[in-house]
């Protein structure tokens, strides 16, 4: 009896693995997210379940919006940080892997006393469209894209979404081989997952990893200055935490975005200094880094939120490597 094997997926042509700088990035190009997946909730419940557990306001999510929001534990830390969409019916909380393992055993360990499965969707893919000619691109593939009053489009069964930022950016989700095939009439190059994440640190939007899960209230993360919280919706996991780290003024860390020039690799077990008179001290700690194959290096860390462009920053391994902070696409002082 003859076997079958599974047919490998599709990848667009001219698949590129090379770890270019924001600068050498060409001006239209494609990301392979095999980083990403999503955490999905469905069920009669999933709304009024997964509204008590995370920081956005699930009760205004339609098929057309996207929210950004938090999964917290009691103690008000994040498990994730994710985009928050509706596609078939169903919650996708859209993020890296590598924050999936916690948030997901949390979510079912309460979901068991509500009408709601929650897996994860192995079966799409994540691709994103990035640049000048992204819009384009869209117009004359779909009938319809998504832009900043409509974030989300469905079309013929692909997901668009419109992500606002410095650069123009949409995330592309379908089954895997629909996805693959229709990415192939863009003749784009198509980078690798690393990319997606130098472009997420320039962007001021945060990559938690297993190590890093759990450690951080949102506030932290920046998650105010994005509308990743809603003030105003009522209780959820670590909300107390969370509204009293805003109301009483308490939280001294923030998200930062940070560049340095260095031909030797850096670990993500690197620390930043920042200067204190003649002495250097630890300035926070490094969430997720980036190096360019011409020496440039992207960093997100959390810092002390007093941190500015002024402060002397250094690599601790290489005390004359020089790092500068970044501006971000938005505001960290409330209005």
């Not at 340095?260 to 993500?268: A, E």
Request: aromatic share 8%; with cysteine; hydrophobic share 35%.
């Amino acid at each position: 009896m003859p076997s079958f094997m599974p047919k490998a997926p599709k990848v667009p042509k001219d698949f590129d693995k090379s770890l270019p700088s924001i600068s050498q990035l060409p001006s239209t190009y494609l990301v392979s997210l095999t980083h990403y997946s999503a955490i999905s909730l469905h069920g009669d419940e999933q709304t009024s379940y997964l509204q008590g557990q995370v920081t956005c306001d699930v009760n205004s999510v339609n098929e057309h919006s996207l929210q950004v929001g938090a999964h917290c534990n009691a103690k008000g830390k994040t498990f994730s940080v994710f985009r928050l969409i509706n596609r078939n019916n169903a919650h996708l909380l859209i993020q890296p892997n590598s924050s999936i393992t916690a948030s997901m055993a949390e979510l079912k360990k309460f979901g068991v006393f509500s009408k709601v499965d929650i897996t994860q969707t192995n079966e799409l893919s994540f691709y994103a469209l990035v640049g000048e000619q992204a819009s384009t691109l869209l117009q004359a593939n779909f009938a319809q894209i998504p832009d900043s009053l409509t974030p989300v489009i469905h079309s013929n069964g692909t997901t668009l979404v419109y992500i606002s930022g410095k650069q123009t950016r949409y995330l592309l989700i379908d089954e895997i081989e629909k996805l693959a095939t229709k990415l192939e009439q863009f003749n784009l190059t198509t980078y690798s997952a690393p990319v997606w994440d130098l472009l997420e640190i320039s962007e001021g939007f945060v990559q938690l990893t297993e190590q890093t899960s759990g450690e951080y209230v949102p506030q932290m993360l920046n998650l105010q200055a994005i509308n990743g919280i809603s003030f105003t919706k009522g209780c959820y996991l670590g909300q107390e935490t969370v509204a009293r780290m805003q109301y009483l003024g308490k939280n001294k860390r923030a998200l930062f975005s940070l560049t340095f020039k260095t031909n030797q690799t850096i670990s993500i077990d690197e620390v930043i200094e920042k200067q204190l008179g003649d002495n250097w001290r630890k300035a926070g700690d490094i969430l997720a880094h980036y190096q360019s194959e011409d020496g440039n290096g992207y960093v997100q860390a959390v810092l002390g939120s007093d941190i500015d462009t002024t402060t002397q920053l250094r690599l601790k391994s290489q005390p004359n490597i020089k790092v500068s902070v970044q501006a971000l696409p938005y505001s960290l002082i409330p209005e």
